[in-house]
Each structure stands twice: as structure tokens, then as C-alpha cells.
């Protein structure tokens, strides 16, 4: 960080109210994006790759190790495999996990997507799914992609989306068209590091977020950031240019918490994810940190699933 950056920071911080609170900043806290695989089991995993610092048994015990200090209990898990199975995995680990609440799964739009979906939503913990923002950019997918999301709806299950900021717009469009389908954009929609935004990222954040049924997920801060592995800056004051932003877009209502754990190890501790954003939103005031931690994600993903937690 240079030293006009750094001068910024410090200033910024200083507005920030010092976080000594020893209880957690909401009465509840649900992480609504981490991802837990086992490369050991038969045929493996697709991701992450062999020989990446990922490349490990990743499981909720390990996870509430590294989140329960923070009060964080329950979780919603984001498939990132392709495999139509590793869905059945994750609903059979949910079956013997009581901190998972919900599961985004992954189904690509087009063939067996509406039988594989209708099997899938029997679950109640099963919540939506995730697509890559690229399915909304290509043309040759517009059908199926549309007919994929009005089916969505119609079981009252959510869609996840994930890529570069791009596809906002696009995401904006099918918002519109399908007005009664929840949409979570994720990873902040892709915004890079918060000293250096992505071009075009705050037009297209403005865009999507004029759609009452968008959601933001305040995850992957720290993965976006210009630092050597683990090292990324700790100070919420850093990451302001990006949640001023989203504040002001998405408003008290339609921003949700996710770590994106384990990835986001690559770059900070869980500890420091947290406290980045716990930092940001005690600054809010109470009311916006219940929202922020555990009620928008209800709203986001639907109280079904968010039911079997451990306050039911």
C-alpha cells in the first residue's frame, strides 16, 4: 500500500468504531458460502485440483474450528462440482450435520435439468442452485437458460450466480424477466481489489441492484485483493471502496454474509473475513448486523431449509 493509500486507510479506520466486543454482533450467524469436499472418497473430486493447497479433506468439523469462535454455527454449503451426484453427497452429509441449513447445488441448465431439479428439491434443505454468469452471456443458452429460471420460481428455490462483473447486467435482464426468482450474485460480483475496482463494476453493481429480488454476498473480499497468499490487508478501512459501494446500492436488506471458507484461506485466516465485515456492519448499527449475519439470508434462500438450524 502506498503511502496515500496508506493515509486514506488510517483516516477511514479512525471512523470505525474499535471492535471489543466480546459477543458476537448478531443473535445468530449463518455463513451462507463454504464449500466442504472429500478428495479420498471414490472417483474423487473434479475441484479442487490435485496438488493445490485446496487438494484436501475439507468437512464442517474443520470448518466450525476455524468459525464457531466467532459465534458463526451454521452454514449454507455452494456446490462447485459439475458431477449431478456430488449434490446427493452433500444432501447425505446434511442428513448427519445439523450446522448445515441449506445447499446450493449445481445443475446445469438444458437436458435432465428438470428432472434432476425435482429430484433435488424434495430435500428442504436443498435451496437453489448456482450457475456461471457465462450461461446468461451466451445467446445459444437464452432458452434454456430463461426456462431453467421460471422453473426455479415456480419450486421457490433461489439461483445463485457466479463469474466476472460482465454478466451483471445480464443478470439485471433475467431479474426482470422472472421478478418472482430470488437471485444471489456472489463474490461481490466480481469486484477486484478494492483500491483498484475492475472497470465498469460500480455501473454494472447500480444495474443489478435496482432488482428488488437481487441479493448481494459479501464474500471474497479478501481472495480479490493484489497480496502475496494469506497476507491480504486486515483492516476493514481497506476494503471500504467496496462496502461503502454495496451499502449504498443494495441498501440494509439485500446483503448477505459469506466467507467463502475454505478458498478464502488463499487470502486471509477466517478470522480475519470475519472481522472485516464484523468491523463494517457494528459500524451500521444493530439492526443492520441481524440482517446482514442471518435474516436476509432467510429471505434470500427461503425459511424452509434455514429452519433445521440449531434455534428451530
Known amino acids: 500500500m502506498n503511502r496515500r ?9 479512525a471512523l470505525l468504531p474499535e471492535i471489543t466486543h466480546a459477543e458476537p454482533p448478531a443473535m445468530r450467524i449463518i455463513d451462507t458460502h463454504t464449500h466442504f469436499y472429500d478428495p479420498t472418497r471414490p472417483g474423487g473430486v473434479p475441484w479442487p485440483k490435485e496438488g493445490t493447497p485446496l487438494y484436501r479433506t475439507v468437512l464442517p ?3 466450525l474450528a476455524v468459525a464457531s469462535p466467532h459465534g458463526v454455527k451454521e452454514t449454507v454449503i455452494v456446490e462447485a462440482s459439475p458431477l449431478v451426484e456430488d449434490n446427493q453427497w452433500i444432501l447425505d452429509l446434511a442428513a448427519k450435520e445439523k450446522c448445515i441449513i441449506g445447499f ?3 445443475l446445469d441448465p438444458g437436458a435432465d ?34 426456462t431453467g ?14 463469474g466476472n462483473a460482465t454478466y451483471l447486467p445480464h443478470a439485471a435482464k433475467l431479474a426482470a424477466d422472472v421478478p418472482d426468482l430470488r437471485i444471489v450474485i456472489n463474490h461481490l460480483g466480481a469486484s477486484g481489489d478494492p483500491q ?5 463494476w460500480k455501473d454494472n453493481i447500480r444495474a443489478v441492484a435496482k432488482q428488488p429480488n437481487v441479493f448481494m454476498k459479501v464474500s471474497a473480499l479478501v481472495e480479490q485483493v ?9 483492516e476493514t478501512a481497506y476494503y471500504l471502496p467496496i462496502l461503502d459501494h454495496l451499502w449504498e446500492t443494495f441498501g440494509p436488506d439485500r446483503l448477505i454474509y459469506g466467507s467463502n471458507w475454505p478458498v478464502s484461506d488463499k487470502g486471509a485466516p477466517y478470522e480475519v473475513v470475519f472481522k472485516i465485515v464484523d468491523g463494517y456492519f457494528r459500524s451500521k448499527g444493530t439492526d443492520a ?10 429471505a434470500a434462500y427461503g425459511r424452509t431449509g434455514a429452519a433445521r438450524g440449531s434455534r428451530e
Not at 289 to 298: A, I, T, V
Open 5 to 13: 493509500h496508506f493515509l486514506q486507510t488510517a483516516a477511514a479506520t
Open 61 to 63: 468439523a474443520d470448518w
Open 104 to 106: 446450493v447445488g449445481h
Open 113 to 146: 435439468f428438470a428432472a434432476n431439479l425435482k429430484r433435488f428439491a424434495a430435500n428442504p434443505i436443498f435451496r437453489g442452485i448456482r450457475w456461471s454468469g457465462a450461461f446468461l452471456q451466451d445467446a445459444t443458452k437464452n432458452d434454456v437458460v430463461l
Open 149 to 162: 429460471a421460471k422453473l426455479l420460481a415456480e419450486y421457490g428455490l433461489e439461483l445463485d450466480l457466479n
Open 196 to 200: 483498484t475496482l475492475k472497470p465498469g
Open 226 to 234: 493484489k497480496a502475496e497468499p494469506g497476507q491480504a490487508p486486515r
Open 289 to 298: 448486523c441481524e440482517k446482514f449475519f442471518w435474516k436476509n439470508s432467510l
